[in-house]
């Protein structure tokens, strides 16, 4: 068994160095301290998990739970009493809980129904890129990257198009995870905002009733108890928040890495047929989503010869194990062309029974963004190259994501 004393990893992983490039950091710790125990800037003892094998292995450990009002004490103290009434939903939750919450969304997000969507998410590809100036810095994260998917959750859900931005906002102040008293003071105002707002809602759903999926859940909770009113507004913030913002993130890491390596952004354009490899393959390098949420060990658990006392908090760190020499060959090396069984075994959407129920989605949204992109505007190129690419900073890394993706877009020649 070993044992690791040090939790340096805690301190590196908040220094900016850490947020533009943190996969050093991983690299050392896969070979050093696979499963890391550190302090966060939260104050509660965590466990990093770093290796692709431990990693898959941990996502799918029932002794890890999800629930974390199982671990109430340390979830209010990272994240205060506020956002409970907007966290009772299934990625907080093991079965049965999850099975049964799982269920009433699941049909939403299957690849037949997912696929119907296409005409429309090419709609709204289509119109946002008509709304670029060619031939002008644009800023692509909130040009393009942003309002795409709140666009199509949106729409899903059946929230109101002049609604959208404001729910942008508030999701956006809710996902800053600081830990100063201005920032938990923010937090708790938006998700105070947040609660109200899908309360108010899923009452106007009630009234009016529409073709969309609150809609419906909303009918099954009244026909047969399916889910409560708590459960139906947790799940409302659950999909409109990580509905869209992954997506973004994602949306903005890939043009980036395609727009910095010419000949994979070659590739592509030159074989539309690779866009679906190489979103894979974009998931795998640097997904937007770089840390699993938390888990907390139900009872003593050993992994990598490290013991992981039970009631601690567990996190699993996707970006490194996507990077594991162990799994994946020259795993620093961005390559669309890889193998298709190779690169879809990458953790960008989790994997077990909290495996990303949107991932169809995100797919077709990354697929059609990345395509409508490149064939409106080939040339498409940074703004300014020489300038140093922008990282989110947060204190405990969760989204790995640009601040600002500022391009010239350059339309074909007629």
């Given at each position: 068994?070993?044992?690791?004393d040090?939790?340096?990893?805690?301190?590196?992983?908040?220094?900016?160095e850490?947020?533009r490039?943190?996969h050093?950091?991983?690299a050392?710790?896969?070979?050093?301290?696979?499963v890391?125990?550190m302090?966060?800037?939260?104050g509660?003892?965590?466990?990093?998990?770093?290796?692709?094998?431990?990693?898959?292995?941990?996502l799918?450990?029932?002794?890890l739970s999800?629930?974390?009002?199982?671990?109430?004490d340390?979830?209010?103290?990272i994240?205060?009493?506020s956002?409970?009434a907007?966290?009772?939903?299934m990625?907080?939750?093991d079965?049965?809980?999850?099975t049964r919450?799982?269920?009433?969304?699941?049909?939403?997000?299957?690849p037949?129904?997912?696929a119907?969507?296409?005409?429309?998410?090419?709609d709204?590809?289509?119109?946002?890129?008509?709304n670029?100036?060619p031939?002008?810095?644009v800023?692509?994260?909130?040009?393009?990257?942003?309002?795409?998917?709140?666009?199509?959750?949106?729409?899903?859900?059946?929230?109101?198009?002049?609604e959208?931005?404001?729910?942008?906002h508030?999701?956006?102040t809710?996902?800053?995870?600081?830990?100063?008293?201005?920032?938990k003071?923010a937090?708790?105002?938006?998700e105070?905002?947040?609660?109200?707002?899908?309360?108010d809602?899923l009452?106007?759903?009630?009234?009016?009733p529409?073709?969309?999926?609150?809609s419906?859940?909303t009918?099954?909770r009244?026909?047969?108890?399916?889910?409560t009113?708590?459960?139906?507004?947790?799940?409302?913030?659950?999909?409109?928040?990580?509905?869209?913002k992954?997506?973004?993130?994602?949306?903005g890491?890939?043009?980036?890495?395609?727009?910095?390596?010419?000949d994979?952004?070659?590739?592509?354009?030159?074989?539309?047929?690779?866009?679906?490899?190489?979103?894979e393959?974009?998931?795998?390098?640097d997904?937007?989503v770089?840390?699993?949420?938390?888990?907390?060990?139900?009872?003593?658990?050993?992994?990598?010869?490290?013991?992981?006392?039970?009631g601690?908090?567990?996190q699993?760190?996707?970006?490194s194990?996507?990077?594991?020499?162990?799994?994946f060959?020259?795993?620093?090396?961005?390559?669309?062309?890889?193998?298709?069984?190779?690169?879809?075994?990458?953790l960008?959407?989790?994997?077990?029974?909290?495996?990303c129920?949107?991932a169809?989605?995100?797919?077709?949204?990354?697929?059609?963004?990345?395509t409508?992109?490149?064939?409106?505007?080939p040339?498409?190129?940074?703004?300014?190259?020489?300038?140093?690419?922008?990282?989110?900073?947060?204190?405990?890394?969760?989204?790995?994501?640009?601040?600002?993706?500022?391009v010239?877009?350059k339309?074909?020649?007629?």
């Amino acid at each position: 068994m070993t044992t690791v004393d040090d939790p340096v990893a805690a301190a590196e992983r908040c220094t900016p160095e850490f947020r533009r490039n943190p996969h050093p950091v991983y690299a050392s710790l896969r070979d050093t301290a696979p499963v890391c125990p550190m302090r966060p800037p939260h104050g509660i003892d965590t466990y990093l998990i770093t290796r692709y094998a431990d990693a898959r292995a941990a996502l799918a450990d029932p002794r890890l739970s999800k629930d974390m009002y199982g671990a109430m004490d340390a979830y209010r103290r990272i994240f205060g009493d506020s956002s409970v009434a907007l966290d009772d939903h299934m990625l907080n939750s093991d079965p049965p809980k999850h099975t049964r919450l799982r269920k009433f969304v699941s049909s939403t997000f299957t690849p037949r129904r997912v696929a119907s969507l296409r005409p429309r998410i090419q709609d709204i590809v289509d119109t946002l890129l008509d709304n670029c100036a060619p031939r002008e810095p644009v800023d692509l994260l909130p040009a393009f990257a942003f309002p795409l998917p709140i666009t199509v959750i949106s729409e899903l859900l059946g929230v109101p198009s002049d609604e959208q931005s404001e729910l942008q906002h508030l999701s956006t102040t809710v996902a800053q995870t600081g830990f100063s008293k201005e920032s938990k003071q923010a937090q708790q105002k938006a998700e105070e905002n947040l609660h109200a707002y899908f309360e108010d809602l899923l009452a106007r759903k009630r009234s009016h009733p529409d073709e969309d999926l609150l809609s419906a859940l909303t009918a099954a909770r009244d026909e047969n108890g399916g889910l409560t009113d708590q459960e139906l507004i947790s799940t409302a913030f659950l999909l409109m928040f990580a509905g869209h913002k992954t997506t973004a993130y994602l949306i903005g890491n890939a043009v980036h890495h395609l727009l910095t390596h010419p000949d994979q952004l070659r590739a592509v354009q030159d074989n539309p047929e690779v866009v679906g490899r190489a979103v894979e393959e974009l998931l795998r390098y640097d997904g937007s989503v770089e840390s699993a949420t938390f888990r907390f060990a139900t009872e003593d658990v050993q992994i990598a010869g490290t013991w992981i006392p039970k009631g601690s908090l567990v996190q699993v760190a996707l970006s490194s194990a996507n990077r594991d020499p162990l799994k994946f060959d020259s795993p620093d090396k961005f390559d669309v062309t890889r193998p298709e069984n190779v690169q879809s075994a990458h953790l960008g959407f989790g994997h077990g029974i909290h495996y990303c129920l949107g991932a169809p989605l995100a797919r077709l949204e990354m697929q059609l963004a990345l395509t409508g992109l490149f064939s409106r505007f080939p040339t498409v190129a940074l703004a300014d190259p020489a300038r140093e690419t922008r990282w989110l900073e947060v204190p405990f890394p969760a989204f790995r994501g640009l601040t600002e993706l500022p391009v010239v877009l350059k339309p074909a020649v007629p």
